[in-house]
């Protein structure tokens, strides 16, 4: 026998969209503390059930994936911007992408990007530590701007992070755009012409022409360097031997720029905000960075000895997910936790409260990076943690995002140090990515000198 889903109480005709919109982490977390690990939530036209225990999120997201698609609002908004990258794809499309690209984001294929992790980092750090610059930067924006430079450079083999930069702008209109359309209640029609709907296309055309000349001037042999856009042209289908169309391929580079750049922006910018106010745990940190270090720069080789660097940005994902939800659509019943779940509901998985459910962390609100010593986790189930989602649809990425997570907090860690601004609080601000609600400034202060 099933139960029926406990609906969190909201009254009128709007249920609890306006919370919704103001707050939905607040939403969720207070659905899921008052009613348990199945919630259903009313928002004017739409029901949303979130599913909080671990065992339940492993079971949509990868035992019984097969009954849940992704044709929700986000994907449909995202698709119009990705097409059919391997993000906003579903059936033998998706699976045929991802076994193309998969060998290409696999660790040792991407170590090669360490240097420039490190390299990127480094030459942003000489441009705060300037003597002419002012001590006082905002973090969110040089974050962002240092993972496309990262992703532009790992993708393309170019810098597109300068001001300037056609590319990066175009990005940028289009990320904004994406965010915004994602945050609407009612979509506007595909046709309406807004001022920032012309501007999205104008992007897009650009960003299309852009990747699309790279692609031909490869195939021409104008050069190969060794980059993701490289390896994906190189990528063949095990079983029929056939690689990506020029189209395909545009989708994947867009995707992966979309995919890539923000969510490690936020994951750093968050990183800076929770050491700035845990001291003891930052000077750890930095015991662990010149130790190992000893005044060197950073590469791939160290990250093995970087163990608490590791930790901290885990820890600091695991109360920050960048990816803060997850959803899916059921294609036909299934019980949930004793609760039957009908076919088309929207089903949410959010790392964001599952990371916070008291039965699995001792301390679920505090920031302690010895969560992630290997003993304590291996006590916790699956899913208890899944910053970067899971089963077939897990993030492709998350070994290049979490190389370059530590590569470039160890490289900032190690010559200088971020405050926050006496009396600047600290909210979110969730979009697509769990952005924070105000500009991270920090006050820059030097540590140790230029590495050699
Ligand atoms: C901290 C950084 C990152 C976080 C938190 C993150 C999170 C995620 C999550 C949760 C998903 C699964 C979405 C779903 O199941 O609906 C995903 C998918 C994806 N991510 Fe990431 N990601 C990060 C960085 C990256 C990077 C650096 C890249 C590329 C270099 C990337 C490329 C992708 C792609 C292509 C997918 C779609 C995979 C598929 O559906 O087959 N991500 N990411």
Redesign the pocket.
Known sequence: MSLAIPTYAASGPFGSLTRFRRDPLDLLMSGFRELGDVVRFRLFTRDLVLVAHPNDVRRV?QEHTGNYN?QTRGFEVLRAFLRK???TSEGDH?LRQ?RIAQPA?HRTRIAGFGGTMAQAASEMVDRWLAASAPDVVDVTAEMMRLTLRI?GEALLSTDVSHQADRVGQALNITLRQANNAIGRIVPLPEWWPTPARRRVRAAMRTLDDVILEIIAGRRAGDSDPDDLLSMLMQARDEDTGEGMSDAQLRDEVM??FL??QE??AI?LGWTWYLLSQHEAVRQRLHTEVDTVLSGRTPTVADLPRLGYVERVVKES?RLY???WV?SRCAIEDDIIGGYRIPAGSIVLVSPYVTHRHPRFWVNPEGFDPSCFETAREADRPPFTYF???GGP??????S??MM??VLVVTTIAQRCELDRLPGEGMGTSPSITLRAATPITMRVSPRGPAPV
């Open positions: 997201l992704k990258g391997l993000l998706w991802r984001f992703v995707t992966v995919a890539g969510t490690t994951a994902m997910p960048p990816a997850i910053p970067f989602g649809r897990q993030c492709i990425g998350n290049f995002a370059e997570l």
